[in-house]
């Protein structure tokens, strides 16, 4: 009889036969990918100018788009075919290294479902985007099933047991891009997030600015704000909610694809307003009121963060 081995995968070792095979099988995806698409995707398996990997990463990024963009069955398929073996060689090496008996094929089943569930996490934007992303995909995976099983009582990662194993903190060159490009890609999404900011909270009037900044920069309580503005507290309450949710609803309305609406409050003059129950109804409508007392259907309590 036949040893079975456990870290068998039981797929083919990826090689010029098999690309040339997926390739000539790019008819499949007719419905899922253009027809453009399918030829690109067939001239990259066989563009014998690439190393196999190279090729491999390449179309694999090019199917999980498609994939992304259609959830066909066929451009799925592609991918486990051309990965399976790869990405089980990394769920092996991670499981070896953390001391654990789990099934390696039981994990990259769940590495694929997660594939198959999250496309719209992923990003096409470079040529070898798949692999970066599918290796964390497994890093992940791999993680989840150790606390799992930490948990169930079934097995515990002792590190102190593990003295040979890499350090965890020594950061690798792959670990390293990803980090340093979701630090960019961080930084971007703030200064978006703080360039709407600043342009609504430019478009408030001066006392709503004024109330803000005094209590958001300066860190001034709401007593010691409505002091220096000689209003009643009451009144900052409903000046400062108010500006808040101007600037988060026009901010939203700008991520929609809708143009914001954030106008100024106007500023209270004495004799230039009708009120009625109230609730001032002058040429601004509800948005324009200048007036900063609480309407029947806001709570400024919510806003008692000082």
């Known amino acids: 009889m036949q040893a079975i081995d456990p870290y068998s995968s039981g797929l083919a070792t990826l090689g010029e036969e098999t690309l040339q095979r997926i390739a000539d099988r790019m008819g499949e995806l007719q419905g899922e990918a253009g027809r453009r698409e399918r030829a690109a995707i067939a001239a990259l398996l066989t563009d014998g100018e690439r190393t196999i990997e190279a090729r491999r990463d390449a179309a694999s990024t090019r199917l999980m788009e498609a994939f992304r963009n259609d959830r066909g069955r066929g451009s799925f398929g592609l991918l486990y075919e051309l990965n399976g073996q790869h990405l089980f060689t990394q769920v092996v090496g991670r499981l070896r290294r953390y001391g654990s008996h789990a099934d390696p094929r039981d994990v990259l089943q769940e590495v694929f479902f997660n594939v198959y569930r999250y496309p719209h996490r992923f990003n096409a934007a470079r040529e070898d985007a798949f692999r970066v992303w599918s290796a964390m995909i497994v890093r992940n995976t791999v993680l989840k099933h150790l606390r799992s099983n930490s948990r169930g009582g079934r097995q515990e990662v002792n590190f102190d047991e ?14 390293g891009a990803i980090e340093s490009e979701s630090t960019d890609e961080c930084a971007r999404t703030y200064l978006t997030y703080l360039q709407l900011y600043l342009e609504f909270y430019s478009m408030l009037s001066e006392r709503e600015r004024r109330a803000l900044h005094l209590v958001e920069v300066e860190d001034k309580s709401y007593r010691e704000a409505a002091t220096e503005l000689e209003i009643k507290l009451e009144n900052l309450k409903m000046v400062i909610f108010r500006a808040r949710r101007k600037i988060h609803r026009s901010m939203r309305r700008i991520f929609d694809g809708l143009s914001p609406d954030c106008r100024p409050a106007r500023e209270p003059q004495a ?3 009708v009120r009625s129950g109230g609730v001032d109804v002058g040429r601004g409508g509800l948005e324009a009121t200048g007036s900063d007392e609480p309407t029947p259907d806001r709570d ?3 806003e008692e963060g000082h």
Do not use: I, R, V, Y
Request: aromatic share 0%; net charge negative; proline share 20%.
């Open 300 to 302: 400024p309590a919510a």
């Open 162 to 175: 593990l003295p040979d194993q890499p350090n965890e903190k020594a950061q690798s060159p792959l670990g």
């Open 271 to 273: 004799g230039t307003s």
